[in-house]
């Protein structure tokens, strides 16, 4: 559906109970959602884990180290146990190296294939996701959103979309079951509230 239609149906699914999220709403007026499926899933997938939890700046330099350490090499060739102490270096902590080589060991063992996972449904996708080393529920909910293009996940696991949902709505609500009321446009309503607090999710600009 297009964006403007989108805002549309938030804005009606709002205006009943919500007026401080209406307002919102409609300040920010119609968004585009980012897509980010320029590159490989297992590729993307690496460098959103590489950019969890530190600022855009800070994770644009760190994956500049590690490519550049590839030496034009395929990343993911690059990414095996052999190499922890380089990936180390460019500034990775043990953790995302740990996972990063652990996506790619899967990716060579039973396979990421983007076109695979795409054609899986949602639940079928997280699990298959989840099941990786170090790879939780809200670094699924975001390849879901921004990579395969899932309309309607809400990402209960994110604090900023959780706590502002809560203020422009109630406390006293489950943020679940507020979202549920923005169905089937659920990311879409997540977005909005990354906007309005300016706060975009870890690895945003991956």
């Not at 549309?8 to 919500?18: G, I, K, R």
């Not at 500049?64 to 146990?81: K, T």
């Not at 509230?193 to 870890?202: F, I, N, S």
């Amino acid at each position: 559906m297009p964006h403007r239609a989108v805002h549309t149906h938030l804005l009606d699914a709002a205006e009943p109970l919500f007026p401080e999220l209406h307002t919102a709403l409609t300040r920010l007026g119609p968004l585009e959602f980012p897509r980010r499926a320029d590159k490989a899933f297992p590729e993307y997938l690496c460098r959103a884990i590489a950019g969890q939890q530190i600022s855009v700046k800070a994770a644009r330099s760190i994956w500049s180290r590690v490519e550049e350490s590839a030496g034009g090499a395929s990343l993911l060739d690059h990414f095996h146990e052999g190499n922890t102490d380089c990936l180390r270096g460019c500034g990775l902590s043990g953790a995302k190296t740990k996972t990063i080589i652990t996506i790619a060991d899967t990716h060579r063992s039973i396979g990421l294939d983007t076109d695979e996972l795409r054609a899986l449904s949602v639940p079928e996708r997280t699990a298959r996701l989840t099941a990786i080393w170090g790879v939780g529920q809200w670094t699924a909910d975001m390849m879901n959103m921004f990579y395969f293009g899932e309309p309607d996940i809400w990402p209960d696991g994110d604090v900023a979309a959780r706590k502002t949902l809560e203020r422009l709505t109630s406390k006293r609500r489950k943020t679940v079951r507020t979202a549920q009321m923005f169905k089937p446009y659920r990311s879409w309503l997540a977005l909005y509230m990354w906007a309005h607090v300016d706060a975009p999710p870890d690895g945003e600009a991956v």
